[in-house]
């Protein structure tokens, strides 16, 4: 008998005899039986099966009321495998939550995610599978529809249940790179060295952060191409702390504010580099006037435990700032309210949304970040890609780019806010046609007034430093 078939029909039986059970026993807890059905809303939306360090399965709640899914249990088709849930999860009426569960099993070709109650016994709901994701195995729609291949990972998100293909969220595919597709080095040989990443332009002044805990204060970017400031201790860049001098931060993107270097540079961690083996999701603020070999963060914003849990390598990537006005004027949907983003409602803060890109899930998280130190997220969409490695907002063009690397062929997307207030893919780009499959880790996109002839400068940060080369340049249309 064909095995897909088969655990076809178990699951069906096994959603009816697991109704039956949380009716008949309330759930086993002594919770009446008419509050049973609460805990029926929540469904299996999601799976993920790469095989290596992101097998990952989402949770929907597609009921009206929280539902707190502390010790919950998920298993793969092995009774012995087991992730629990951590005490203190909650899923909110309508929310999604992945679980990232390759520490304790992995998800094969041919495999079953279940979701029990605490007890270990009462199964909630499950999904079987007779081959990997491609990308993502999802619910559509969201939590009552037939499980299909979606046409992107779309973790702790809604499902991306339209047109399949590497277009996503309604794109037929990658187009040509929208600008020359000549590329050439921009950096002195063995400047750099490896894993420079995050990159950010500021006039003259190109940011770039490594992951090594370093920040690079770079200019020039003529015929001889960018070189790092000599002056107030910039010329080997400068060494990064956390708040109170300690550690060292794995910075993986910068951004600026409308306030500029001025108000502070802004950069994404994934960990610290001290305790490598821990995720530590965080933005934080540095000061970039003071003098000195180092820079303590005067900020931090530690993202961790709101975000879905991934490999300590596999975190923050990329960051970017959108400015209040334009999400205003762009009825943006704040999704911690449900209504479009009202500003005011959030006391003193950068005057803008920060978005920041995972690389384990390609997922994109959006938070105001207020000056007395709290964080609320109010966005979280799918780039479509299997990572992102680099986040750019182009004020010109009102776009998200989001980057990934050699993993994705050196694929772009940009995104815009849709009629429904949210952000969507709008486009898919194919990496210049000069340039090799590099592992680029940062992209840059140069100001309108750096527009000539119809076309404005952008950079790229290989983090492999391919050739003895870390930053290469190219154009794109203005």
């Not at 697991?18 to 809303?41: F, N, R």
């Not at 600026?256 to 999701?281: H, K, P, Y």
Request: net charge negative; charged share 15%; aromatic share 8%.
């Amino acid at each position: 008998m064909n095995r897909s078939i088969a655990r076809g029909g178990r699951r069906v039986v096994a959603r009816f005899l697991a109704a039956g059970a949380l009716l008949a026993a309330g759930v086993l807890s002594g919770v009446p039986a008419a509050h049973a059905a609460v805990a029926d809303d929540v469904r299996v939306n999601e799976v993920v099966t790469t095989g290596d360090v992101n097998d990952s399965i989402e949770l929907v709640n597609k009921g009206t009321a929280t539902i707190d899914v502390s010790g919950w249990i998920l298993k793969d088709d092995d009774t012995t495998h087991a992730y629990t849930i951590a005490s203190g999860t909650t899923l909110a009426a309508g929310g999604h939550r992945a679980f990232d569960v390759h520490d304790k099993f992995g998800l094969g070709s041919d495999d079953e995610a279940r979701l029990y109650l605490a007890d270990g016994k009462t199964l909630v709901d499950s999904f079987s599978w007779s081959e990997h994701s491609d990308p993502s195995w999802s619910r559509c729609p969201d939590g009552t529809g037939a499980f299909q291949q979606a046409s992107a990972v779309t973790l702790s998100g809604p499902n991306s249940c339209g047109t399949s293909g590497d277009g996503g969220g309604g794109t037929t595919g990658p187009v040509a790179w929208p600008g020359s597709g000549s590329v050439a080095t921009a950096d002195a040989s063995d400047v750099f060295g490896q894993d420079l990443s995050g990159l950010y332009q500021e006039g003259d002044v190109l940011w770039g952060a490594q992951n090594s805990g370093k920040l690079w204060r770079l200019v020039g970017g003529g015929s001889a191409g960018w070189k790092p400031d000599t002056g107030n201790g910039w010329s080997s860049g400068k060494a990064l702390r956390f708040t109170g001098g300690s550690g060292s931060p794995d910075s993986e993107g910068v951004t600026l504010t409308a306030s500029g270097a001025a108000g502070g540079v802004f950069v994404a961690s994934e960990r610290n580099g001290d305790a490598s083996g821990t995720s530590r999701l965080s933005v934080l603020r540095y000061d970039v006037t003071l003098s000195g070999s180092s820079l303590t963060a005067s900020k931090e914003w530690n993202l961790t435990s709101d975000l879905p849990t991934t490999g300590s390598n596999l975190g923050l990537e990329g960051i970017t700032w959108v400015p209040d006005a334009h999400l205003v004027g762009s009825a943006f949907k704040d999704a911690s309210t449900g209504a479009v983003y009202d500003p005011a409602r959030y006391g003193a803060h950068s005057g803008g949304v920060f978005f920041v890109g995972v690389e384990g899930t390609g997922m994109i998280y959006g938070y105001v970040l207020t000056d007395s130190g709290s964080s609320t997220r109010v966005a979280s969409f799918s780039s479509g890609m299997a990572g992102v490695m680099e986040l750019q907002w182009e004020p010109q063009a009102a776009r998200l780019w989001a980057v990934c690397d050699d993993t994705c062929d050196g694929r772009h997307r940009t995104l815009q806010i849709d009629t429904t207030g949210v952000f969507t893919v709008t486009a898919a780009f194919d990496r210049p046609s000069g340039m090799p499959n590099y592992n680029n880790e940062g992209f840059s996109v140069a100001g309108s007034g750096a527009c000539v002839a119809g076309s404005k400068p952008v950079h790229w940060a290989d983090d492999t430093n391919d050739g003895g080369h870390a930053l290469r340049k190219g154009t794109i249309t203005c």
